[in-house]
Every structure is written in C-alpha cells, then in structure tokens.
C-alpha cells in the first residue's frame, strides 16, 4: 500500500533541499523491502523485511513513526542514501546499518527523537538536525558523529567504539557519554560535556580532544592519547585519567564534591590550566619532562621516573621522590604548601629557580639545590635531610629548623648565603661546608658539626654567630676568611679556627676548645671575652679583650 503525504517541511542536506518529519515523496507501510531509487521514501511501519530498507541512489529514507527497525540497511555503493529518524520519533535499529565497504551516506535524528542502534553503523556521518535528541550505539559507529550544535546526547554502550571524528558544526554543544570501555579511534571537538571512565572500565581517545569538560563518571580509566583542550573534571570519584607521552592538557583540573582521583602524565607534557582537588598526581617518567604552568593542589605528587616535574604555580600537597633519582623543579615566586620524601630511598633533587617557601619537612632526598640569584631566598620552615644542599648562585637558603646534610656547597665560589634559624642546627656535615666568599649566619643558638672550609684549598667567607644572648657551637674545624661576632652571645670554636676573628666591638664570648688553636687575626674584642675550654693557643692577635678566661695550662 502506497499513499502520498501533504504536510511537508523542506531543509537541506548534503547540499539537497529534502523532507523533513513528513516527505514529498512515497510512503511505504507494507511488509516488504522498502527500496530507494530515485526519490526519498518516507517509512512509518516496520518493513518486516531483510534487507528493511536498500539504497540504489543518493535520497533518503525517513522514519515518520515510533517504530522497530528489525531488518538491515544496505545500500549499492559507498556513501550512499541516508537514513532519517522524524522529530519526536523513538526508533529502534535492531540489526546492522551498511557495511565496512558500502556505508551509508549519514544517519541522522531531528529534534527530541530517541534512536537506538542495536547493531554497527556504518555511515558516513551521524547528525544531528535539531535539539534534545538521544542516540545510543549498542554495536559501535564507523563514522563521524556530528553533534551539528544541537543539545543533543550521544551515548556509547560497554565494549563499543566510535571509529571516526567527533564534531559540531556551526557551534560547542552537545553530550558525549561513553559508558564502559570503548575506544574513539578519532579527534573530539566543539563538545559541550564528555563523560567517560566508568566504574572498572577503560574509554581510549586516540585522538586529541577539544570539550568544554571532560568527566570521570566513576572508578574506571580515561586514556588520552591524544591530549585535551577543555577542562578535566574528577567528579570526586577514584578514578584515573592517562596522559600520553608527547600530549598536553590545556584547561584546567578539578574533582567537584571531593577530593579524589589520580592523573597519570606518562611522558613529556604540559598542563596549562590549574590542578585542584586530586589525590594523586604520578609525573617525571625516565627522561621525560612534565610541566604545571598554573597553582597545583593535591593529596600527593609523585615522581614516578628519573626524569623532570616543573612546578611553575607552586605545589599545595606533599611531594614523594620515590627514590628515583628524577628533578623537580619549583619556579622563582612559588611556594611548596607541604612534605617532601623519597619513599624506598634518598634520591632525587629538589630545584629552586628563585625565591621560595617550603612550609613542611623535607626527608630523604639527595640534593636541594637552590639557583636564585641575588636577593632571592628559599625558606624551609620545617626540618631538612638531604645527602647535599648546594646554592648555584648568589641567594640566600634559610633553614626555619634543624638541617642535616653531609655537605653544603657554593658553586665555583658564589657569594651565597646560608641562615640557621634560632634553635636550628646543622647536622651530618660529614663532608663540610664549602664556599669560599660565602656567607653563614646564625640568628640564634644553633650547633653546627662538621668542619667548614678547606685549610689551604678553599676557604669559607664570612661566619655570622653569637646574637645577644644565645649560644652558637662549632664541633668542627673552621677555616674561614672571617668569624664575626654578632651579638652579646657566645660563640664556641670547639675545634679552633684558621682566619679572622672579628668582635665588632660587640659584649659576647668567644670559647676555644680544648688544646685548639685560634690562628689568624683578631680584632675589635676590646668588650668581648675569650674563655678557654683547657689548653689553647691565640696566634697573631692584634686587638684586646675585655676578659680572659684560661683553663688549665693554657697559653696565650
């Protein structure tokens, strides 16, 4: 039975003025191959057929009805015919749409219709033609799917793929759901919302990714293959998004309603955007490099090779070396909110590019290795253990707590600074403190073991000590270009001292251990005191002192 239809409304498609909802051209309601051949056909029974609908031309086939599919969809050639579902029409698809070598032209769904393919789809292209349309692919596309800039949803069932570009023409808009593990062989662009990652599964984008959010929707894994432009959102599940080797994130990271999920950045890569509210960040694989341009917030980074982590918006959270042997750097003007570690071992350098503050402990590592120049300083307010601290330049390291370190070295002679803090001691110092027209300095009581210097090789510059009413010891030998007493405080040189000692006319004590040797010149003592521990001797002293304290045979 055929009957011609009246109402009509006319769009284009493919560059071809066509029907759509209701046709001009023939509609077919009996059980029987609907074949299109010349002219578009307009379908509002089930064809009962196989094939259910067969294309000999280039015109289409529009399902005007809320109906069942059940047969398939040929056509003769390659891009071939398209299949329409009307507005407000909810259609099932129940066996399979062209072939890998004889797809289709397009499929396409106008507004607020419901399409289900129970099969592949092999079409050309998957459109949109009008807003809060559904589609869902129960056996995967091959194809593009153009989202057409209509608020459309696109849903992905478990285990299929989309082998093709995702697009919106003419605007971002629409919804990308991929509900299971599935692979999107192709790019991504001009999307409103892509939700992948559900619980226990694996979405795979190969290619790059251009959406207004994309969303973890629950435990499982999103692979980006090919990078993202758009913003990364957690969704506070404990899930985990890959980054590959070569591919960037340009937007920024969240996890709304709480703190969770891991983000894995496998290679070299930039993350543009900011980083708020994750639990793990896993960066620096073996000579790759990782780059945070933006503020960073998370429960832990950590360094996952021996390769590089530069933070150039700071860090809030701890930081694990993992004993790797990798390189973090923190840019000049960022600070470290947080813990250091090297979990399994001490390893790693931790690199400051100019001034910082790091507000937790350090542990474990084997350098902190400061590179500001003039007028910059790092601050540690917490306890410090490194194998090394070395300054590259002419700033300032000043250690808030108790530092142990079996060396602190100022590179090929830089006039750097090193700060104890009140009640902050330097610990280790097995090799020494090196640094010749370097600067140490205690604000308060500190002991400080190890020798500092190198008698006839490299002496130390200048050593600050004795604020008013504290006390600064010296286990070592020192050997410096200058001792300078800095307050009414007490400065103690239980090993001696080969260079200068300076009063500065201040009222404190110098005490020289037992049999130990003060060998070089002093001055400005006139209201300062010398006590010995025992045996000493004072060589070459051109001032006076207020007080003389001898032990027991002792010389002057």
Known sequence: MKERNQAFRIVKLFGKAVAVAICLGVSVSHAQTVTVSGSDQNITTNPMATPAINFLSNNGAFINSSISITGVITTSAANQGWVTVGAGRSVIFDSQIGTSTNPLAAAQAFGSSFSRFNQMVYAQTFRFAGDYSTAEFYGGLSGNLDMNNTAGTVNFADAQNLTGNVSSTGGRNGILNIRGTSTVSGTVSGLNRLNAGADGKTATFSGSIDTGTLNLSGNGTINLNGGLTGNLDMYSYDGTVNLADGQNLTGNISSSFGRNGTLNVLGTSTVSGTVAGLNTINAGANGKTATFSSSFDTSSLNLSGTGTINLNGGLIGNLDMNNKGGTVNLAAGQNLTGNVSSTGGTNSILSFLGSSTVSGSVSDIFQVYAQGGAGSTVAFSGTVTA??????????????????????????????????????????????????????????????????????????????????????????????????????????????????????????????GDAQTISGTVSNTSNASLRYAGTGTVTSTSGTWSTIEAGADSKT
């Not at 009414?488 to 020289?512: D, F, M, P, R």
Request: charged share 10%; net charge negative.
């Open 387 to 512: 194998d090394q601290v070395r300054l590259a330049d002419s700033g300032t390291v000043r250690f808030g707590q108790t530092v142990t370190t079996n060396r602190i070295e100022f590179h090929n002679g830089r006039p750097g600074t090193v700060i104890l803090a009140d009640g902050a001691d330097l610990l280790g110092n097995s090799s020494g403190i090196l640094g010749r027209n370097s600067t140490l300095t205690l604000e308060g009581s500190s002991t400080v073991n190890g020798n500092i210097g190198d008698a006839g090789i490299d002496p130390f510059g200048q050593i600050n000590a004795g604020a008013n009413g504290k006390i600064a010891i010296f286990t070592g030998v020192v050997v410096a270009d200058s001792v300078n007493l800095n307050g009414s405080g007490t400065v103690a040189l239980n090993s001696g001292l080969t260079g200068n000692l300076n009063g500065q006319n201040n009222a404190g004590t110098i005490v020289l």
